[in-house]
């Protein structure tokens, strides 16, 4: 069973092999030999040849090899596939983003133990591994098998295996997403400052992006065509509907819970704001624009079926001021900020790191992978 204390030792224990590959210094020497026994690159993507497609080796990330498996499901990797440049540019894509995160999560794992006997890294490494993979069995895992609609992990591993992937790598993943999450965070540790002056300049120089336009909040009961026998009968509910409402005082919201057939007949036909041309239906649209705010319509056809709406609240169109607007333009600057620290630690966190890969081009920095093969 997956919560077994045996399988999970198996799994720990996958994951310390992995990590002592990313402890180790990198050694030219030793990437050189590792690499020795590859078959040569047309071998592995030659149609009908006996490499899996997906163990085609792309780049090497200090000592890590990635395979195109690892970008891509494996099972559905073809050596066809590999040789179409649409694909290619996908991966070379997919590639660039690996890359810039197993320097992130590298280093980190790296920083951790730095400067200290072997003994200590060596146990350092092991509880890192350790604590990431009880998160992932305790947090994770649970929450991916609900979020598939599924009722065992044993499903969800049967699911991840018809993707061509596995629980493994998934694993894997988030081991790497979470150490170089970390990375970023003890490395990026400014705070940056926005002034008034910037946040001025900011509202100046994106006169657009401060039009509000018109936009209403209310609520809608229907008779949809499709859940009555005929038109007639689907117009006698939605009469029926409005008569209970606007004659006999029910509630607009129980009416529309009890008999209508719309999407939003659970909410009471609630639909929160909308701004003007949203709606599908232009009948509706132009209604909910013009009737007076907690006015009941009267009933109104389109395509789908009849409807009655009552208008909860309405803006006009607007241009937002500068005071109105200062919120979220400090959060858009501050965003912009830390995005530019982000992305200098990234690079200075890569040029750190001895990458080869098969498309030098796309990594500044970076060395032909030819060079190791």
């Given at each position: 069973m997956l919560h077994s204390h045996k399988a999970w030792k198996y799994i720990v224990a996958w994951l310390w092999l992995g990590m002592m590959v990313l402890g180790n210094s990198t050694c030219w020497a030793q990437v050189q030999q590792a690499s020795a026994n590859d078959v040569p690159v047309d071998s592995s993507i030659s149609p009908g040849g006996?490499?899996?497609?997906?163990?085609?080796?792309?780049?090497?990330?200090?000592?890590?090899?990635?395979?195109?498996?690892?970008?891509?499901?494996?099972?559905?990797?073809?050596?066809?596939?590999?040789?179409?440049?649409?694909?290619q540019m996908h991966l070379r894509k997919s590639l660039k983003m690996s890359i810039q995160q197993k320097c992130l999560a590298q280093y980190f794992v790296n920083s951790q133990?730095?400067?200290?006997?072997?003994?200590?890294?060596?146990?350092?490494?092991?509880?890192?591994?350790?604590?990431?993979?009880?998160?992932f069995r305790t947090k994770v895992l649970p929450e991916q098998v609900k979020r598939a609609k599924?009722?065992?992990?044993?499903?969800?591993?049967?699911?991840?295996e018809s993707q061509g992937t596995s629980l493994a790598s998934m694993m894997r993943s988030?081991?790497?997403?979470?150490?170089?999450?970390?990375?970023?965070?003890?490395?990026?540790?400014?705070?940056?400052?926005?002034?008034?002056?910037?946040?001025?300049d900011y509202y100046d120089q994106h006169p657009d992006q401060w039009q509000r336009p018109s936009r209403v909040r209310f609520r809608i009961m229907s008779a949809v065509f499709s859940k009555y026998p005929n038109r007639e009968a689907?117009?006698?509910?939605?009469?029926?509907?409005?008569?209970?409402?606007?004659?006999?005082?029910?509630?607009?919201?129980?009416?529309?819970?009890?008999?209508?057939?719309?999407?939003?007949?659970?909410?009471?036909g609630t639909i929160d704001w909308t701004r003007r041309g949203a709606l599908k239906s232009k009948p509706i649209d132009e209604?909910?624009?013009?009737?007076?705010?907690?006015?009941?319509?009267?009933?109104?056809?389109?395509?789908?079926?009849?409807?009655v709406v009552e208008v909860l609240e309405r803006q006009n169109a607007y241009q937002m001021t500068f005071p109105q607007a200062q919120g979220e333009i400090k959060e858009s600057i501050l965003k912009n900020k830390k995005t530019l620290l982000e992305n200098d630690y990234?690079?200075?966190?890569?040029?750190?790191?001895?990458?080869?890969?098969?498309?030098p081009e796309d990594i500044p920095g970076s060395r032909d992978l030819s060079e190791i093969l």
């Open positions: 006996e490499l899996f497609a997906a163990s085609y080796i792309v780049a090497v990330v200090g000592e890590e090899r990635v395979l195109v498996g690892d970008l891509f499901p494996a099972e559905k990797v073809t050596a066809q596939m590999i040789q179409n440049p649409e694909f133990a730095t400067g200290k006997p072997k003994k200590e890294r060596d146990d350092i490494r092991a509880k890192m591994m350790a604590k990431t993979a009880e998160i599924l009722e065992t992990e044993a499903e969800f591993i049967q699911l991840l988030f081991a790497e997403q979470v150490w170089a999450d970390q990375a970023l965070r003890e490395g990026v540790k400014e705070k940056p400052t926005v002034f008034l002056d910037e946040m001025q689907a117009y006698q509910a939605i009469a029926e509907m409005w008569n209970q409402v606007y004659f006999g005082g029910a509630p607009f919201e129980a009416v529309a819970k009890k008999l209508s057939t719309g999407f939003s007949a659970d909410e009471g209604t909910v624009f013009s009737i007076p705010v907690r006015a009941l319509s009267q009933v109104i056809e389109d395509s789908e079926g009849f409807h990234k690079k200075k966190i890569q040029d750190l790191t001895p990458i080869w890969t098969r498309w």
